[in-house]
């Protein structure tokens, strides 16, 4: 008699449809897979140890020009990213801030190949963006594409670094569009804080200048010459290649396409640390119309080599890190005086920033400022809870794995090694350090990095509505939108 209940397992590996093949399979599913247990869902799963070395391996080699290279190879995608590193950016600008920002906004507007419209016609044929940029200890010139087109990438990036023209009407395009956005800027809150801040924080140190007119008006085609000129040498560069190359085979293509590049003697830094901060001040900035107030707690933080930034990382996430944060718990879940409350660390070379700060109705500017010194004050004086110092480790630990699928990123941090001076595990042992920050060590950062005593409050808003408040934190320095005192 046929069977015509034959078991859908039975049917599918071609067995006999009797009740002892059925009986075997199943004895054969048994073992092959076990009986898993019962997964309670309401217990939180405990998450795996960081990984030991989660950041990739790269090999090194100075060009015979003094060029240093690092390749890391990275086969997952059929695509390169360079990164060239000049030593110097801002902090080079001199009495002409703004300096290494033009430079870096022209150097792809023309060369003495490729006139601006040939330059971007020929990176637009092969997907590719040659882009640079100056921040405040280097000058950055980053260009990516598919592998293929490795050659024309490394030509299109050499052309831009060693043939710049700086053509006289892109340099007044550049000026016209720079004096727009600082006309539109002093209506811009935030913009205004961000200025006043450096200000206060760094006084008369480079990293604390911004563009003004007077700046802008006084660069000169020949100052962009004579900054090129200067700081543009192999002795004084890196360049990272992150992607699917061979290391042999780019580190020769490199030494033929820098070949004309020579070597020449680079002036030796003279900068100092920013000077300290002492005492509580509160910086003003009457800006009249506005319904809230941009309020930053800022100070000076530690320099870009200091060793403590992986724990660093669960200290701010702890304050002010995101949705997790307690100033953002505080100020608008708690109290609904804002949207978002945030912190940050801004390292730099020879002396960094802390900044805490929010938008806030005028009503609440001084009680918000108040409860974000509580909020700084409560972590130098008190240890932070298990279940809250484990959020912040597996957060930032997660956030800093996912980084790393960045090229850019990735190339940019082999660089910062050598930029800063910093361990060559630095990176390596950066999850593990995260994961591994205790309790202690926070307060310890805190009691070492937060200040409620020497700090600086800076604060836009309408002066008429929310000065009187802020007088009763401390004596108030009003400033116009020109950020000069009245």
Same mark, same amino acid.
């Given at each position: 008699?046929?069977?015509?209940?034959?078991?859908?397992?039975?049917?599918?590996?071609?067995?006999?449809?009797?009740?002892?093949?059925?009986?075997?399979?199943?004895?054969?599913?048994?073992?092959?897979?076990?009986?898993?247990?019962?997964?309670?869902?309401?217990?939180?799963?405990?998450?795996?140890?960081?990984?030991?070395?989660?950041?990739?391996?790269?090999?090194?080699?100075?060009?015979?020009?003094?060029?240093?290279?690092?390749?890391?190879?990275?086969?997952?995608?059929?695509?390169?990213?360079?990164?060239?590193?000049?030593?110097?950016?801002?902090?080079?600008?001199?009495?002409?801030?703004?300096?290494?920002?033009?430079?870096?906004?022209?150097?792809?507007?023309?060369?003495?190949?490729?006139?601006?419209?040939?330059?971007?016609?020929?990176?637009?044929?092969?997907?590719?963006?040659?882009?640079?940029?100056?921040?405040?200890?280097?000058?950055?010139?980053?260009?990516?594409?598919?592998?293929?087109?490795?050659?024309?990438?490394?030509?299109?990036?050499?052309?831009?670094?060693?043939?710049?023209?700086?053509?006289?009407?892109?340099?007044?395009?550049?000026?016209?569009?720079?004096?727009?956005?600082?006309?539109? #800027? +002093?209506?811009? &809150?935030?913009?205004?804080?961000?200025? %006043? $801040?450096?200000?206060? /924080?760094?006084? *008369?140190?480079?990293?604390?200048?911004?563009?003004?007119?007077?700046?802008?008006?006084?660069?000169?085609?020949?100052?962009?010459?004579?900054?090129?000129?200067?700081?543009?040498?192999?002795?004084?560069?890196?360049?990272?290649?992150?992607?699917?190359?061979?290391?042999?085979?780019?580190?020769?293509?490199?030494?033929?396409?820098?070949?004309?590049?020579?070597?020449?003697?680079?002036?030796? #830094? +003279?900068?100092? &640390?920013?000077?300290?901060?002492?005492? %509580? $001040?509160?910086?003003? /900035?009457?800006? *009249?119309?506005?319904?809230?107030?941009?309020?930053?707690?800022?100070?000076?933080?530690?320099?870009?080599?200091?060793?403590?930034?992986?724990?660093?990382?669960?200290?701010?996430?702890?304050?002010?890190?995101?949705?997790?944060?307690?100033?953002?718990?505080?100020?608008?879940?708690?109290?609904?005086?804002?949207?978002?409350?945030?912190?940050?660390?801004?390292?730099?070379?020879?002396?960094?920033?802390?900044?805490?700060?929010?938008?806030?109705?005028?009503?609440? $500017?001084?009680?918000?400022?108040?409860?974000?010194?509580?909020?700084?004050?409560?972590?130098?004086?008190?240890?932070?809870?298990?279940?809250?110092?484990?959020?912040?480790?597996?957060?930032?630990?997660?956030?800093?794995?996912?980084?790393?699928?960045?090229?850019?990123?990735?190339?940019?941090?082999?660089?910062?090694?050598?930029?800063?001076?910093?361990?060559?595990?630095?990176?390596?042992?950066?999850?593990?350090?995260?994961?591994?920050?205790?309790?202690?060590?926070?307060?310890?950062?805190?009691?070492?990095?937060?200040?409620?005593?020497?700090?600086?409050?800076?604060?836009?808003?309408?002066?008429?509505?929310?000065?009187?408040?802020?007088?009763?934190?401390?004596?108030?320095?009003?400033?116009?939108?020109?950020?000069?005192?009245?």
């Amino acid at each position: 008699m046929t069977n015509n209940s034959t078991h859908p397992f039975v049917s599918l590996l071609n067995l006999p449809s009797s009740p002892l093949a059925l009986t075997w399979l199943l004895v054969l599913v048994s073992w092959t897979f076990p009986a898993v247990a019962a997964v309670d869902r309401s217990v939180k799963p405990k998450p795996g140890p960081a990984p030991a070395a989660s950041f990739p391996d790269y090999a090194e080699k100075t060009l015979s020009n003094g060029l240093k290279v690092f390749v890391i190879q990275d086969d997952r995608k059929p695509t390169v990213t360079f990164r060239l590193l000049i030593k110097g950016g801002a902090l080079r600008d001199g009495a002409k801030t703004g300096l290494s920002s033009f430079v870096a906004t022209l150097l792809n507007r023309g060369t003495t190949t490729r006139d601006a419209g040939k330059f971007a016609e020929e990176t637009d044929a092969i997907g590719v963006k040659v882009e640079a940029s100056s921040g405040a200890d280097a000058f950055s010139v980053s260009a990516s594409g598919l592998t293929k087109y490795t050659d024309r990438i490394l030509d299109l990036l050499a052309d831009a670094v060693l043939h710049p023209t700086f053509p006289a009407e892109q340099l007044e395009k550049q000026r016209k569009q720079a004096l727009s956005k600082l006309a539109s #800027e +002093k209506q811009e &809150a935030d913009a205004l804080a961000g200025k %006043l $801040t450096g200000q206060v /924080v760094y006084g *008369p140190h480079p990293y604390g200048a911004y563009l003004t007119e007077q700046t802008v008006q006084a660069i000169k085609r020949d100052d962009l010459v004579a900054y090129h000129e200067q700081w543009f040498a192999p002795n004084n560069a890196t360049l990272a290649v992150v992607g699917d190359v061979q290391s042999g085979d780019i580190l020769a293509t490199l030494e033929k396409t820098f070949a004309a590049w020579t070597r020449r003697e680079v002036p030796a #830094e +003279k900068t100092s &640390a920013p000077p300290g901060m002492h005492g %509580l $001040t509160i910086h003003l /900035v009457d800006r *009249p119309g506005s319904v809230q107030s941009n309020i930053a707690v800022a100070q000076p933080g530690p320099a870009r080599d200091e060793s403590d930034m992986p724990e660093l990382n669960i200290l701010n996430g702890t304050l002010g890190g995101g949705f997790s944060g307690r100033l953002f718990q505080n100020l608008r879940e708690k109290n609904g005086w804002t949207y978002g409350a945030y912190s940050a660390f801004g390292p730099n070379k020879y002396g960094g920033v802390f900044s805490a700060g929010a938008e806030t109705r005028n009503a609440v $500017t001084a009680p918000a400022i108040r409860e974000i010194l509580v909020e700084m004050k409560r972590l130098r004086d008190e240890p932070i809870p298990a279940a809250e110092l484990e959020l912040q480790r597996q957060y930032n630990v997660g956030n800093y794995l996912l980084s790393l699928e960045n090229a850019g990123r990735t190339a940019s941090r082999v660089q910062d090694i050598d930029l800063y001076g910093m361990a060559a595990d630095y990176y390596k042992t950066y999850a593990s350090r995260m994961a591994a920050t205790t309790a202690g060590k926070v307060q310890e950062l805190a009691r070492k990095y937060l200040s409620v005593e020497d700090t600086a409050i800076v604060v836009v808003g309408e002066a008429k509505e929310i000065r009187a408040d802020l007088e009763k934190l401390g004596k108030v320095i009003e400033y116009d939108t020109e950020l000069k005192p009245k």
